[in-house]
């Protein structure tokens, strides 16, 4: 199946610092790449979908000057936490979706503790 | 409003015994369905998808089956493995380049 990276897989940062979350297919090209954020106990919140060479989409409620989503090729998607505050700690997962095909590829998630 | 909802948030079944989890979903432009299996601190695992032309999809131990008529659609594994043991998120679209709309999950427990 396809395969979808993230770096880091978890990163420890403090309060007010910036954090960069990396997404790339491996194998595929993506025309889409989607953003969620998991709570523990909770489901997938989709925060954002990003398009390449376009501006994301950002979902009701997610701030888009806080969490910068660059998607500059079709294999690669950052997504910048900025000023991150505790509140922001949480499980970071990307997916991945080639054109025209309905399934979506997840990567493996990044852990985000923000002391 | 819950557009896909999988009500019971936990299943236990015997290894080797059918785990059959549910899924509904309220949108009648949703035609492509998809579930995910989750392990604690790991992104979903996509295993297997159905589109509404078919109302029967299987792949190995894993069926999926659609009533489009009910909005219903579940998921049978068989037989049941300890290593299934997992969250598994129903998820649908219409068809094209929307994200998923995932329900809640379910966490299935397999005792050995």
């Known amino acids: 199946g396809a395969v979808v990276s993230q770096h880091p897989s978890r990163v420890i940062c403090k309060s007010g610092t910036s954090v960069k979350i990396e997404c790339r297919s491996l194998?595929?090209?993506?025309?889409?790449m989607f953003w969620y954020r998991q709570f523990p106990k909770q489901s997938l919140m989709l925060m954002a979908t990003s398009n390449e060479g376009s501006k994301a989409t950002y979902e009701q409620g997610v701030e888009k000057d806080k969490f910068l989503i660059n998607h500059a090729s079709l294999t690669l998607s950052t997504l910048t936490v900025t000023s991150a505050h505790p509140e922001d700690s949480s499980f970071y997962i990307c997916s991945a979706r080639a054109a025209s095909v309905g399934t979506q590829y997840f990567g493996p998630g990044t852990r985000l503790l923000v002391l | 409003d819950q557009q896909v909802k999988q009500n019971s948030p936990s299943l236990s079944v015997q290894e080797g015994r059918i785990s059959i989890l549910n899924c509904d979903y309220t949108n009648s432009m949703f035609d492509y369905f998809l579930w995910y299996k989750k392990y604690p601190a790991e992104g979903p695992t996509f295993l297997i998808s159905i589109s509404s032309i078919k109302d029967k999809n299987e792949d190995g131990r894993f069926t999926v089956f659609l009533n489009k008529s009910a909005k219903h659609l579940s998921l049978h594994i068989v037989p049941s493995q300890p290593g299934d043991s997992a969250v598994y998120f129903c998820?649908?679209?219409?068809?094209?380049?929307?994200?998923?709309?995932f329900g809640k999950g379910t966490r299935l427990s397999v005792i050995a």
């Open positions: 194998d595929f090209q993506a025309t889409t």
């Open positions: 998820a649908a679209s219409p068809w094209g380049n929307t994200p998923l709309v």
